[in-house]
């Protein structure tokens, strides 16, 4: 059973640039959740597909976009991008319902 | 916004001692998860404790939830080095909302 995978690992950008990050699902699972983290803080929710729709979405501007693939897997979009966007980008993935979710290392951006 | 909120911040303790981490919420949930994350790298599901359950044992982790106090508290039995993490409450409200993380608990353990 392959995990979550995501790529890059490490990427540097610079403001008012544009990042795409990529996201495989746990085999099995539909259901994909991206997640913030800044230095020293807890993840804060972007926004998680199911089926490929978006059914949930945190307080993010619209500069923030996803993708879910049939094959589950997905994308997180960032547009113009600021110096506040560096942080730790987490996806995670779970079966569909309430229950655990299984993360990705994570795609570490930092924006200059 | 922040769902929950752990309690200490940061805790140190001596290799073999017990630690405690506590977490408070603001509304109603349908479960309390709390999850691992070794310094930069992505997170480890711990234990799903659900609305209706009190207490949930696995391996040397406790955790207990109080659903009257909107509390819930992790308790590490006999600390090991590797325990060496940070540690984050996270919660749901009901169906398929997505989890709402803590700031977490950074936890030392010194050997």
């Known amino acids: 059973e392959t995990g979550v995978t995501q790529s890059p690992t490490h990427l540097i950008k610079t403001r008012g640039q544009q990042v795409t990050l990529r996201c495989s699902s746990q085999s099995g699972h539909n259901t994909v959740s991206w997640y913030q983290q800044a230095l020293g803080q807890g993840p804060q929710f972007i926004f998680q597909?199911?089926?490929?729709?978006?059914?949930g979405r945190g307080n993010f501007p619209p500069r923030f976009s996803g993708l879910q693939f049939p094959n589950y897997s997905s994308e997180l979009n960032v547009n113009a991008l600021e110096l506040d966007d560096s942080a730790l980008y987490l996806c995670?993935?779970?079966?569909?319902?309430?229950?655990?979710?299984?993360f990705g290392e994570g795609s570490r951006l930092t924006v200059l | 916004s922040q769902q929950g909120e752990e309690d200490p911040q940061a805790l140190s303790i001596q290799e073999g001692e017990n630690a405690t981490m506590n977490c408070s919420y603001k509304t109603s949930i349908n479960n309390l998860q709390w999850y691992r994350q070794n310094s930069g790298r992505g997170l480890v599901h711990l234990i799903l404790?659900?609305?209706?359950?009190r207490e949930k044992h696995s391996g040397r982790l406790r955790v207990t939830l109080d659903t009257s106090k909107k509390s819930s508290s992790l308790l590490i039995t006999a600390s090991r080095a590797a325990d060496t993490a940070s540690y984050f409450c996270?919660?749901?409200?009901?169906?398929?909302?997505?989890?709402?993380f803590g700031k977490g608990t950074r936890l030392s353990v010194i050997a």
């Open positions: 404790i659900r609305s209706n359950e």
């Open positions: 597909y199911y089926r490929e729709e978006e059914n």
């Open positions: 995670a993935s779970s079966p569909g319902e309430a229950g655990e979710l299984f």
């Open positions: 996270a919660t749901t409200h009901s169906g398929n909302t997505p989890l709402v």
